[in-house]
Structure formats: C-alpha cells, structure tokens
C-alpha cells in the first residue's frame, strides 16, 4: 500500500514564506455608518468656563507687547507691583534704618569672627607661643633622631588648634614624616592625603610630593623599603654626631676587627692547603 509521496500535485501553490494577498475593499456595496453630531449650543456654558473671556479692567491690567522679540504672551503692567521688588530710591532717601544697619553690621562681624576662629586666625597669643615651643621642641627631637619622642609634641599642637591654621599643618606634617620613618606607611599616608587640601601652599605641596612618592611606589610594585640590620663603619660616627659626643675615637688603621679576622681565618686556610698537600707530596719523594 502506497503512501503517495512521489504523486505529482497539479495546480500552483504559493511558495513557502509567502501568503496570498487580500483585497482591502471588498466587494459590493459598503456598510452604512451613522455619524452623530452633538447640538453646540447645548454646551454653551461649559465652554465659556473652561475659556472665560476677560473683560475690560482686566485687559488694562496686562500689557501686550507689540514686537514678537519680546513675547507674545501678556504680563502686568508693573511687574515690580505684582511680583515685589522694584523699590526706586528717590535722591537723598535712605536705603534702611538705623536699626536695620546696626544688626547688619553686628552680624557680619559674628559670621568674620567664626569664619576667622575656623581657619585659625584668631588664636589666643598664649595658646600661639606654647604651640610654637612644642613645634620647636619636636623638630628638635626630630633632628636628634628621636623620633617616637617628637611624635607627642606634634600631636599636641594638632589637638589645640584648627586644621586649616599654619601651625597645625606643619605639625600634621612632621608628624606624618615621622610615621613613614618608623614604617607606619599607612598612618603616614593618610595624613598626606588630608594635607593635600591644606590652605598653607607650603604644607598642601609637600603633601602631594609625598603622595606622589607613595603612587610611584604602586607603579614600582614596591610595597615596602627593607632596610637592613647591619651595620658600616660610619654608623657609630653618626650616632656620635647625633648624640654631640666630641669624644669619639676613630680607629686606626692598622687595628682589625676581631669578627672579621675570624671569619676570614677558614676561607684562607682552605685556600691554602692545595699548596700544603703539593709541598708535602714534594717532600715525601725526596726522601
């Protein structure tokens, strides 16, 4: 029993994708449509409400500019009237009070003596010289290599005055120096960065020099700096010039360290013995 599949199909068909076109007006006779047309006067009052004309005064009160360049919709006649301001001040009037200038100026002279408070004007001349002995005495330290000792002096010249002074930015930044020389990268770091808004030019730009360094280290791959336990022959120099000891003595030439005589003592004997085992196979043959 056959299925048909190889039975020719008379007729054309439409081809796979496409559909067959359809006629939008069909034919015969079109249907009738019923258009309703509401009475206009019936909504005579509604479209006067939502359209009210204005009348007389009202036109007066508006003007209406001539010249399209400066709009075409109205505005009142005297717009300081309708919307305030606009006072005139006639020659020889007075713009206020007596009373009015007198709390102006007390309230201008309030708002200085904050804003000069705030940014550290305004210091008591006391509160100012102890600040400048404690910043004097910390850069000492600081010189001598003291620098956990100077770290106190520093800090209590940023408790008593305001950030945005001179003295509390040297400060902060003193002891940020500090902080890094004693491998507090982080502490160190985080000063720089708030110093970098400082209103002093000398505090802000050394800030962002010191910034900068911290970013080349970043690009370097350098995360810390190693420094080393050992010491050189200079070191006791120094930390006698440090220590203002006058009394320091170098050694001579001539005088040896006894550590490095007595780790140079197995490299050179063992040197020396292929000399000793030729001289002693030498010997042994001439007896």
């Given at each position: ?153 520093y800090e209590q010249v940023m408790e008593k005055l305001a ?18 020389s004693l491998n507090r990268s ?102």
């Open positions: 029993m056959g299925l048909g599949f190889a039975d020719k199909k008379s007729g054309r068909e439409t081809p796979a994708g496409l559909f067959p076109l359809t006629d939008p007006f069909p034919e015969g006779d079109l249907p009738e449509v019923e258009i309703l047309v509401g009475d206009i006067t019936k909504f005579g009052d509604s479209l006067e409400a939502s359209n009210p004309i204005p009348t007389k005064e009202e036109e007066d009160q508006f003007y209406k500019p001539k010249v399209s360049t400066w709009g075409v919709f109205p505005r009142p006649n005297d717009i300081s009237k309708t919307y305030g301001g606009g006072r005139t001040i006639r020659p020889g009037e007075t713009l206020e009070t007596a009373e009015e200038r007198t709390a102006k100026e007390a309230r201008t002279k309030q708002l200085l003596a904050a804003y000069k408070k705030k940014i550290g004007l305004n210091i008591d001349p006391k509160l100012k010289s102890d600040c400048e002995k404690a910043l004097k005495d910390g850069d000492s330290l600081m010189d001598l290599g003291n620098l956990k000792e100077a770290l106190p002096f950030f945005q002074s001179d003295l509390h930015g040297l400060a902060a930044l003193q002891w940020s120096i500090c902080q890094d982080n502490e160190a770091r985080m000063m720089y960065e708030k110093l970098q808004s400082h209103p002093s030019p000398k505090v802000s730009k050394k800030a962002r020099q010191f910034v900068f360094g911290f970013q080349a280290m970043e690009m370097l791959k350098v995360r810390s700096l190693n420094r080393s336990p050992r010491s050189t022959g200079y070191q006791n120099y120094f930390e006698a010039f440090l220590q203002n000891n006058t009394n320091y003595a170098v050694k001579e030439e001539g005088e040896v360290d006894e550590g490095a005589m007595s780790q140079a003592i197995p490299y050179v004997i063992f040197l020396l013995s292929p000399i000793f085992m030729v001289l002693l196979i030498a010997a042994s043959r001439f007896r």
